[in-house]
C-alpha cells in the first residue's frame, strides 16, 4: 500500500531500521526464495501453499494448477528432496528457473493434445518465465536474505514503486 512508502520516509533513516525494497537505487534489494521454508512445515504442505497464493495471483483454468503443483514437486525432487520425509541432504531449493524447465517436461508428457499442450506451455510458462527475468529475476533469486534479516529487525519492506498489482499479490 503506498503508505509503506510514508513510513520509509518517515523511519527509514533511523539506525535502527532496515528499509529493502524493489529498486537498487533507492534502498537494499529486496531478496527471496518463495521456494524456501522453515524446517518445521512439510515439503508438500509448502508446496500446497505455494499453489494456492500462484492460484490467486494469476487466473488459472481447467489443469493449470495441477500441471504447476506437479511441475512444482519435480522441481524439488531435481534438487535431491524426498517428498515423503520432506528431507533433502544437501540444503537446495528449487527456483522459478528450476520450476519452468520441470513444467516444459510436464506439459510434453501429459497426455493432451498438442494443441491443448501448446495452450498450457504457452499460458503457465509465460507466468512462469516473467518471474525469471528482469526486477522479477532480481526479487526472486536464490540468493535471498536470512530470515533473522526479515523478521528479527525493525525492517520495513517498500514495495511502494510496484506497479502491478499482481507482483505485489506474491
Known amino acids: ?3 509503506k512508502g510514508e513510513y520509509k520516509h518517515m523511519f527509514g533513516h533511523r539506525r535502527y531500521v532496515q ?9 537494499e534489494l529486496l531478496r527471496i526464495n518463495p521456494f524456501t521454508f522453515p524446517s518445521t512445515i512439510h515439503v508438500l504442505e509448502h508446496v500446497d501453499r505455494f499453489i494456492e ?8 483454468y481447467a489443469a493449470m494448477p495441477a500441471m504447476l503443483k ?22 537446495i531449493y528449487p527456483n522459478f528457473h528450476d520450476l519452468l524447465e520441470a513444467l516444459e517436461r510436464v506439459v510434453e508428457q501429459s497426455g493432451f493434445s498438442e494443441e491443448v499442450k501448446s495452450n498450457y506451455r504457452c499460458s ?20 535471498e ?22 507482483m505485489k499479490s506474491l
Do not use: K
Open 53 to 60: 497464493i500462484l492460484n490467486v495471483c494469476w487466473p488459472m
Open 70 to 91: 506437479e511441475a512444482m514437486l519435480e522441481a524439488y525432487e531435481s534438487c535431491g528432496w524426498d517428498l515423503t520425509s520432506s528431507t533433502n541432504a544437501r540444503p
Open 145 to 166: 536474505l536470512s530470515p533473522e534479516q526479515l523478521f528479527e529487525r525493525n525492517v520495513i519492506i517498500d514495495l511502494s514503486r510496484v506497479g502491478s498489482a499482481e
Open 19 to 27: 528499509v529493502y525494497g524493489t529498486n537498487a537505487a533507492q534502498s
Open 124 to 143: 503457465l510458462g509465460t507466468r512462469v518465465r516473467s518471474l525469471t527475468n528482469g526486477l522479477n529475476h532480481q526479487l526472486f533469486s536464490g540468493e
Open 1 to 3: 500500500e503506498p503508505a
